[in-house]
């Protein structure tokens, strides 16, 4: 488990910078989230779930963030015509001047990040994360599969 343990270090460390960044922005993580995800929006509105399975947020969390958002004015919640369980949201005028200058600072802080760390390299990472992705989900897969009695 060290190398997992290694890994999981690594890879919190690195979520703490950006966290210092979102905050830097006046922003929680999960507003942040919220916000982003309807600034890069096609239409600029997606559901509370979709926010939820991109960013690995329990939907209690997004629910409660969308709940506080729309009180501040930001953004608006519709019955999705699609699924009647689930709410459209959208930004409000309000949440559209917060949300895309925010949207246009996390492009630049991204673009200077992957500038200053090189091209290749970043390929090289996101490919070996791909990769080991790739391995963790086969392996799981494979004790699944003996755990449930297949060969």
Do not use: H
């Amino acid at each position: 488990m060290q190398q997992l343990d290694q890994l999981e270090q690594r890879i919190g460390r690195l979520e703490a910078v950006i966290d210092r960044w979102i905050v830097q922005q006046g922003l929680t993580y999960n507003a942040f989230a919220v916000l982003y995800s309807l600034a890069r929006a096609d239409g600029g509105n997606c559901t509370q779930k979709d926010i939820g399975e991109a960013w690995l947020l329990p939907k209690q969390t997004v629910f409660s963030t969308c709940k506080v958002l729309t009180e501040q004015g930001l953004l608006t919640q519709q019955p999705d015509n699609r699924d009647k369980r689930a709410r459209q949201l959208c930004l409000t005028d309000a949440g559209r001047a917060q949300a895309l200058p925010l949207l246009a600072a996390a492009e630049a802080f991204s673009e200077r990040l992957f500038d200053a760390f090189g091209s290749e390299r970043t390929a090289n990472l996101l490919a070996e994360l791909d990769a080991l992705n790739t391995v963790a989900e086969t392996i799981i897969n494979a004790e699944e599969n003996r755990s449930c009695g297949a060969p």
